[in-house]
């Protein structure tokens, strides 16, 4: 799985739109971007994945560069809830021959600020 | 709430013992990982069951052992604990051995004293 980079921290202020950036220079064709967070000590939840086109769902947006070589995580309107650990995962495409195993980063920390 | 409930809740021990730790996975999913949260490890990967069986396996020690039951639920063994393997543990289920949208359970914490 290609090795993702993340900022260790992260401010934002409540309401306005957290912009989590991730760098996954050496992705290969078949691997996805996952997302993940962790809030505080309870287990991690998943957030949204991509393989190129930008994604999003209910809880966020994900938009993949062009070039797939960076990504960023978009909470639209941040909340005090959404303080968390975020991480970004590099994974290979789904298939039988594979397994489940993810290697969590360190990971983003996001503080919302009131 | 994902569905995925470990038991328990926190364990406090001693060391040189050994613990059961037990998770059930959502019902359906057929597959089980569990995952170690140290302060100086962060998240790392254990060990993955899928349907009864071993599928994979990460930095998991020789004194740690696991095993999935009949009924899909998961039992992860730890003995001859050391201070180190203070820790929280998580478990994880799917449906598919492949799927990278897995649920985590709200995680068992052991203290080792």
């Known amino acids: 799985d290609a090795k993702t980079t993340q900022p260790t921290s992260m401010d934002c202020a409540e309401g306005r739109a957290a912009n989590l950036p991730c760098n996954h220079s050496?992705?290969?064709?078949?691997?996805?971007v996952y997302w993940y967070r962790q809030i505080h000590s309870q287990g991690p939840q998943y957030i949204i994945h991509g393989l190129k086109n930008n994604e999003t769902n209910e809880m966020a947006s994900l938009i993949i560069t062009e070039d797939r070589k960076s990504s960023t995580l978009i909470l639209p309107h941040a909340t005090l809830r959404d303080t968390a650990v975020y991480y970004c995962?590099?994974?290979?495409?789904?298939?039988?021959?594979?397994?489940?195993?993810?290697?969590f980063g360190q990971g983003t920390t996001l503080q919302v600020k009131p | 709430d994902s569905g995925v409930t470990q038991t328990p809740k926190h364990l406090i021990t001693a060391t040189g013992q050994r613990v059961t730790l037990r998770c059930s996975p959502r019902?359906?999913?057929?597959?089980v990982y569990w995952y170690q949260q140290s302060l100086d490890q962060g998240l790392q990967f254990l060990i993955q069951y899928y349907n009864g069986e071993e599928r994979a396996k990460g930095n998991i020690l020789e004194r740690f052992s696991a095993q999935q039951f009949p009924d899909l639920h998961s039992e992860l063994n730890l003995s001859s604990l050391e201070l180190g393997d203070s820790a929280l543990y998580f478990c994880?289920?799917?449906?598919?051995?492949?799927?990278?949208?897995?649920?985590f359970g709200p995680g068992t914490r052991l203290t080792v004293l």
């Open positions: 019902s359906g999913d057929l597959s």
């Open positions: 050496t992705i290969s064709g078949n691997e996805y």
């Open positions: 995962i590099v994974r290979v495409a789904e298939g039988s021959s594979n397994t489940g195993k993810l290697i």
């Open positions: 994880a289920s799917s449906l598919r051995s492949w799927d990278n949208e897995q649920f």
